[in-house]
């Protein structure tokens, strides 16, 4: 054999015994991934995972026992019937008629929070005044420029301008919001008689505003005479003010500076902010509801009154109303079915037109030297005063302390009704025991016998009739809550032992 052939050999037979070497893996830019990393991350996973379902299962746990609580919380208040004949005295007596009085008074409060929820349902409409003020200062006006010397330069000039104020302010009175006593009340019975030339005209005292102006407002635009608006692009007479987004929170005063030595002739506009929204009729609804503005409730409410008032409604179909002349310029058909009025009515709610303003900006020397504003009186929405008062009273921090003690006091009062049906029952039995123990002891072992047979579901032996009357009990509520109750511990236990 060839010597080199041989050595060959030798070499592939020692490189075969040799053990076999594996070169770590590399992925480019990173180096090999670590195998025992990988098993621990997997590990800390599936130890999470079992943590997050045993305290799932002992929330289910507790939520259980919590609803068990609360049904085994006794919730009674009455006194068990026949008390009276073994109490002494008149306790029992006493105890009853407090029971109905109670009784009358929480059925009063009732009705008086149900008339109130329909008063407030009904949003009845309260208008306050409030006063704006508009005026404006002017610099830089030919007139208010002085130079000094026979020349000056172009950069000595600087451009007129004029800045517009627009305050507003909500007129209430201490005399409207404070009750009069007796003696003020007989005052005013005997002004009352007095001749209406003797009669001298009270002043109110104005108190701080409940609201700023913005509150009232969605937003405020400018309107100058003799441009177009919808395509002008000047920055010089463009004034726009929308709420959340010019000025942050609440405003009492409007401020805008431009350039400018003329007069102008301005609108200034404000768009009104009332909850629920108003709107501005169509001639058609406004005709048949005659009511030129009003919310999507008004309007609803309106026309079922005005269906009601004609009988348009069908004899079979109580909720399919018949079109009169009226209705149907309204909706454009014959018949229409109620429930769908209120999607139907919203191409005849119209925003309302905005509060228009007009204001003549003055620059000329003559005006400021004496300058006077421009006031006027605009009507706004404010909230009903009873429901603010309602809301002021109900959530009080001494009403809710107040709610929780009655709470308190009634659960106290339970657990003790709770002891004295417990006690008249043990009384009941020594009582009849006492007279027939022997009589008395089958009683009670036959009435066992029949709740342990009923709660296990199985019928007494030999009775045939007890076999239906445990068909009968399968069938019941109880039984089946008893089941449910019984499955539910039973998983809650199964799943407290594999956690």
């Known amino acids: ?92 007596k006493q105890y009853n008629a407090l ?12 009705r008086k929070r149900l008339e109130y929820l329909d008063s407030a349902s009904r949003n009845n409409k309260h208008f306050k005044t409030m006063r704006i003020w508009i005026s404006n200062t002017v610099e830089n006006q030919y007139w208010q420029q002085k130079f000094e010397g026979d020349t000056f330069s172009l950069e000595d000039i600087k451009p007129p301008t004029y800045k517009v104020r627009i305050r507003g302010r909500l007129m209430e009175y201490k005399e409207d919001q404070i009750d009069y006593s007796s003696d003020e009340e007989s005052e005013d019975e005997n002004e009352a008689l007095m001749p209406q030339e003797l009669k001298e005209p009270k002043k109110k ?25 919808d395509y002008t692009t000047d920055p010089n007479v463009t004034v726009k ?45 406004a005709d048949a509801l005659d009511m030129e503005e009003a919310d999507r409730a008004e309007v609803v409410m309106g026309l079922w009154e005005y269906v009601k008032f004609f009988n348009l409604q069908e004899d079979d179909e109580r909720r399919t109303i018949r079109c009169d002349d009226s209705l149907r310029q309204i909706f454009g058909t014959d018949t229409i079915f109620f429930p769908q009025v209120p999607e139907r009515i919203i191409p005849h709610l119209h925003p309302l037109p905005p509060i228009r303003l007009p204001y003549t900006i003055h620059v000329d020397e003559e005006f400021h030297k004496n300058p006077q504003k421009t006031i006027y009186d605009v009507q706004v929405m404010v909230e009903d005063p009873l429901r603010a008062l309602m809301l ?20 106290e009062i339970a657990v003790l009704m709770q002891a004295i049906r417990h006690s008249k029952a043990r009384w009941q039995f020594f009582t009849a025991f006492a007279k027939d123990p022997i009589e008395m002891t089958k009683k009670w072992i036959a009435s066992q016998k029949k709740d342990l047979s009923i709660i296990l579901g ?33 998983d809650v236990a199964s799943g407290a032992r594999q956690g």
């Not at 505003?209 to 407002?217: A, D, I, L, Y």
């Not at 009332?274 to 609804?285: C, G, N, V, Y």
């Open 205 to 229: 005292t104005l108190i701080e505003p409940s609201r700023n102006m913005s509150h009232f407002w969605k937003d405020m635009y400018v309107e100058y005479e003799g441009v177009n608006h």
């Open 99 to 110: 029971r109905d009085a109670e009784k009358r008074l929480d059925a009063l409060m009732t």
């Open 241 to 285: 003010w929308k709420k959340g987004q010019n000025g942050g929170g609440d405003l009492d005063t409007f401020y805008f500076e431009r350039k400018g030595d003329d007069n102008q002739n301005i609108t200034i506009c404000l768009t009104r902010d009332e909850q629920p929204e108003r709107f501005r009729l169509s001639k058609a609804l």
């Open 458 to 490: 199985e019928p007494e032996r030999g009775d045939v009739a007890g076999m239906e009357f445990m068909d009968e009990v399968w069938q019941t509520d109880l039984i089946r809550e008893a089941v449910r109750y019984k499955l539910a511990k039973t």
């Open 392 to 411: 002021k009273m109900t959530n009080s921090p001494e009403n809710q302390a107040r709610n929780r003690e009655i709470a308190k006091i009634n659960d």
């Open 1 to 92: 054999m060839n010597p080199q052939m041989q050595n060959y050999r030798q070499y592939a037979q020692a490189q075969a015994r040799a053990p076999a070497t594996r070169r770590p893996v590399t992925y480019q830019g990173a180096p090999a991934p670590n195998l025992h990393q990988n098993a621990q991350h997997a590990a800390q996973q599936a130890q999470q995972q079992l943590a997050d379902q045993q305290a799932r299962q002992r929330a289910i746990a507790l939520d259980h026992q919590r609803a068990q609580r609360i049904a085994r919380k006794p919730t009674d208040l009455d006194l068990p019937d026949g008390l009276e004949e073994i109490c002494i005295g008149d306790g029992v």
